[in-house]
């Protein structure tokens, strides 16, 4: 079975550049998972999607964090315009369900803003 | 006070040798409770849950829950040098909506 597939892996931009990071969640699973993980920190939740209704968003900076996750399936994060504290480890995440959420999670997305 | 703490460590152990590690939280109505390891450079693997009180073993690894004393801890017996990892705790909580917190991790270091 394959894992939770993000791409890309590294990214480096310009401040006040958009940047997007893209995640294809384990097969069956419905509820996805974006966190953002600072060194030395454990993750931190930005939004929870239960198939494509984003159900939690409440840590999202929506002035400059957007996400879609069309058709319930694979999950879109952009930021638009990228600021320095911006710069960590992106972790998209799927579990089957809410109750057990043993959730599992693809390698990340480091993201450096210069 | 933070919803999920652990000690930063780092916490050094010989190989072989018994490793403990613990996580307390702070809200009672949290139901379920996992430990992942992450290697340095990599992302979060789950390596144990547990959602009742008491003891779960797995291998190597064995996890104990106590919702009265709002603790749960991961015990590594034989330590290896490939244990060592930032292990962190994350538990479900349910009160004023479902939410899965993240503590910081516990660094652990196995000495060959």
């Known amino acids: 079975e394959a894992g939770v597939v993000q791409s890309p892996r590294y990214k480096i931009i310009e401040k006040k550049q958009p940047v997007a990071f893209w995640c294809n969640p384990i097969s069956g699973h419905n509820t996805l998972y974006w966190y953002l993980q600072n060194l030395g920190q454990g993750p931190e939740l930005l939004i929870r999607y239960e198939n494509e209704e984003a159900v939690d968003d409440s840590q999202l900076p929506k002035d400059r964090f957007s996400a879609e996750r069309l058709k319930g399936v694979d999950s879109t994060l952009k930021i638009q315009p990228a600021e320095l504290g911006d710069s960590a480890v992106y972790l998209c995440?799927?579990?089957?369900?809410?109750?057990?959420?043993?959730?599992?999670f693809g390698p990340g997305t480091r993201l450096t803003v210069l | 006070q933070k919803e999920v703490e652990q000690n930063s460590g780092p916490l050094s152990v010989p190989e072989g040798a018994i490793a403990s590690l613990n996580c307390t939280y702070s809200d009672r109505g949290s139901q379920s409770f996992f430990w992942y390891r992450q290697y340095s450079g990599k992302s979060p693997e789950l390596i144990m849950s547990i959602y009742s009180n008491g003891d779960k073993e797995d291998g190597r690894f064995t996890a104990q829950l106590n919702k009265a004393s709002q603790y749960v801890s991961l015990l590594i017996r034989d330590s290896q040098p490939s244990d060592s990892a930032t292990y962190l705790c994350?538990?479900?909580?349910?009160?004023?909506?479902?939410?899965?917190?993240f503590g910081a991790g516990t660094r652990l270091f196995v000495k060959a």
């Open positions: 994350a538990v479900n909580s349910y009160t004023g909506g479902f939410k899965t917190i």
């Open positions: 995440a799927s579990s089957t369900d809410r109750d057990r959420n043993e959730q599992f």
